[in-house]
């Protein structure tokens, strides 16, 4: 798709918070909300609600909206709505899955994690491993490329392996794994698999079916929705975990991994903002998409619109900070639009030094491990880690050109 067939002009438009001229660069922190999504989660709330149930008009309300959202879910990623669970966050919801699912594990049980991931995707399994005596094996990624060898998982599958954990793409450096072989590896021994996808689900058509995994998370937030955390799950596994539950609440799937009240208008605005995902394409100009075609096949064109008009930018950004002599840690051969700058050939700057005068000038491009510490230190960066420039649907050629121009000046001017 050419830049002209991408009218990012026109889906901007449907960002309020893009009028305070900001260049967001921050996406894989949590992207920026349009309109319809902000409109849906207040009109939930006013609508009048009430515990979901079948008599009242306010209880069918809330009730409609509960299995709304589980099916938008759903068809964001290729899942089966009734194994749809909504919690907090990604991070909550994997502690709790993680303590659920390590009360079948015992000593000589072993469970494998990688050095790529977000410590979402590494913390709560090791931390569930040690509760159980439970064996941590680590897979290591390539630092001077980024990759992770799907080898490397592999090579530490065996009979006790219980589960493996490892993310769809890496928020840190963007590197897209080969997930579909791990999985198939994993199987093949009976292991379970958990995919962290919130990186991968902001910029790639994802399916749940061809990746095979078994448990998926994301974050809706991260996809133009509203803050909270959603675990797909086949629902047939569900069935067979019992997580700790209030004695009241329901027993039946997905409900049992819920505790407590749903956040109503939160839902609605995960519906809306799924909704708006798969009329993006014709937003922007990159479809004559009907719209009675099913909101599946809407959502994949929507997103390869997106990937091409990311890598597209993703590229600017790479050439120019490389000409700049700032060192691109992002190399995989296959990643989302999301780079790790650091400075290490320049002279007296730090990330931190870029992230603060790029703040100046408004844009947004944090520096820090962003909790892939595991990932900063195995690259040698420590725990401060670098400068993350992350891509998103509305980000423009003029945000591209403020970034580049802030840090040339960062880098030849005095200091």
Same mark, same amino acid.
């Given at each position: 798709?050419?830049?002209?067939?991408?009218?990012?002009?026109?889906?901007?438009?449907?960002?309020?918070?893009?009028?305070?001229?900001?260049?967001?660069?921050?996406?894989?922190?949590?992207?920026?909300?349009?309109?319809?999504?902000?409109?849906?989660?207040?009109?939930?709330?006013?609508?009048?609600?009430?515990?979901?149930?079948?008599?009242?008009?306010?209880?069918?309300?809330?009730?409609?909206?509960?299995?709304?959202?589980?099916?938008?879910?759903?068809?964001?990623?290729?899942?089966?709505?009734?194994?749809?669970?909504?919690?907090?966050?990604?991070?909550?919801?994997?502690?709790?899955?993680?303590?659920?699912?390590?009360?079948?594990?015992?000593?000589?049980?072993?469970?494998?994690?990688?050095?790529?991931?977000?410590?979402?995707?590494?913390?709560?399994?090791?931390?569930?491993?040690?509760?159980?005596?439970?064996?941590?094996?680590?897979?290591?990624?390539?630092?001077?490329?980024?990759?992770?060898?799907?080898?490397?998982?592999?090579?530490?599958?065996?009979?006790?392996?219980? #589960?493996?954990? *490892?993310? !769809? $793409? &890496?928020?840190?450096?963007? +590197?897209? =794994?080969?997930? @579909?072989?791990?999985? /198939?590896?994993?199987?093949?021994?009976?292991?379970?698999?958990?995919?962290?996808?919130?990186?991968?689900?902001?910029?790639?058509?994802?399916?749940?079916?061809?990746?095979?995994?078994?448990?998926?998370?994301?974050?809706?937030?991260?996809?133009?929705?509203?803050?909270?955390?959603?675990?797909?799950?086949?629902?047939?596994?569900?069935?067979?975990?019992?997580?700790?539950?209030?004695?009241?609440?329901?027993?039946?799937?997905?409900?049992?991994?819920?505790?407590?009240?749903?956040?109503?208008?939160?839902?609605?605005?995960?519906?809306?903002?799924?909704?708006?995902?798969?009329? #993006?394409?014709? *937003?922007? !100009? $990159? &479809?004559?998409?009907?719209? +009675?075609? =099913?909101?599946? @096949?809407?959502?994949? /064109?929507?997103?390869?619109?997106?990937?091409?008009?990311?890598?597209?930018?993703?590229?600017?950004?790479?050439?120019?900070?490389?000409?700049?002599?700032?060192?691109?840690?992002?190399?995989?051969?296959?990643?989302?639009?999301?780079?790790?700058?650091?400075?290490?050939?320049?002279?007296?700057?730090?990330?931190?030094?870029?992230?603060?005068?790029?703040?100046?000038?408004?844009?947004?491009?944090?520096?820090?491990?962003?909790?892939?510490?595991?990932?900063?230190?195995?690259?040698?960066?420590?725990?401060?880690?670098?400068?993350?420039?992350?891509?998103?649907?509305?980000?423009?050629?003029?945000? *591209?050109?403020?970034?580049?121009?802030?840090?040339?000046?960062?880098?030849?001017?005095?200091?």
């Amino acid at each position: 798709m050419s830049a002209a067939a991408y009218d990012v002009a026109a889906l901007r438009a449907h960002f309020p918070a893009l009028a305070d001229g900001t260049a967001y660069f921050d996406g894989p922190g949590g992207s920026q909300t349009p309109t319809a999504v902000a409109e849906a989660v207040a009109g939930a709330l006013v609508a009048g609600l009430s515990n979901r149930g079948g008599t009242t008009a306010s209880e069918r309300r809330a009730d409609a909206v509960v299995v709304a959202a589980r099916q938008a879910a759903a068809d964001l990623v290729g899942g089966d709505p009734t194994g749809v669970v909504v919690g907090r966050s990604m991070t909550a919801l994997t502690f709790d899955l993680a303590r659920t699912l390590a009360a079948g594990w015992g000593p000589g049980d072993e469970v494998v994690v990688t050095r790529l991931d977000h410590d979402a995707n590494v913390a709560p399994w090791t931390s569930a491993a040690a509760a159980v005596g439970a064996t941590v094996r680590w897979a290591d990624f390539d630092p001077a490329t980024g990759e992770l060898d799907p080898a490397a998982v592999t090579a530490l599958l065996g009979p006790r392996t219980r #589960l493996v954990a *490892v993310t !769809g $793409a &890496s928020n840190l450096l963007g +590197t897209r =794994p080969d997930v @579909t072989a791990i999985t /198939r590896a994993a199987h093949e021994v009976g292991a379970l698999v958990h995919v962290d996808g919130v990186h991968l689900t902001a910029h790639h058509h994802v399916d749940l079916a061809a990746i095979g995994a078994d448990l998926y998370s994301w974050s809706p937030y991260k996809v133009l929705g509203p803050h909270c955390g959603v675990l797909h799950g086949d629902p047939a596994l569900l069935e067979t975990l019992h997580p700790a539950k209030l004695e009241p609440s329901p027993d039946r799937v997905p409900e049992r991994f819920e505790a407590g009240t749903l956040p109503y208008e939160l839902l609605a605005g995960l519906s809306a903002a799924v909704d708006f995902l798969a009329g #993006l394409a014709d *937003v922007v !100009g $990159a &479809s004559a998409a009907a719209a +009675t075609d =099913p909101r599946r @096949t809407r959502l994949e /064109r929507s997103l390869a619109a997106v990937e091409t008009h990311e890598a597209r930018l993703r590229d600017r950004v790479e050439q120019g900070a490389t000409d700049l002599g700032v060192t691109v840690r992002s190399r995989a051969r296959r990643r989302t639009p999301t780079l790790l700058l650091t400075f290490e050939d320049v002279p007296g700057v730090e990330a931190v030094d870029a992230y603060r005068f790029l703040a100046g000038l408004g844009v947004n491009a944090p520096a820090s491990h962003f909790y892939a510490v595991h990932a900063s230190r195995h690259l040698g960066l420590g725990d401060t880690g670098g400068l993350r420039v992350g891509i998103s649907p509305y980000t423009d050629d003029d945000d *591209v050109d403020r970034l580049l121009d802030g840090l040339g000046r960062l880098v030849t001017g005095p200091r």
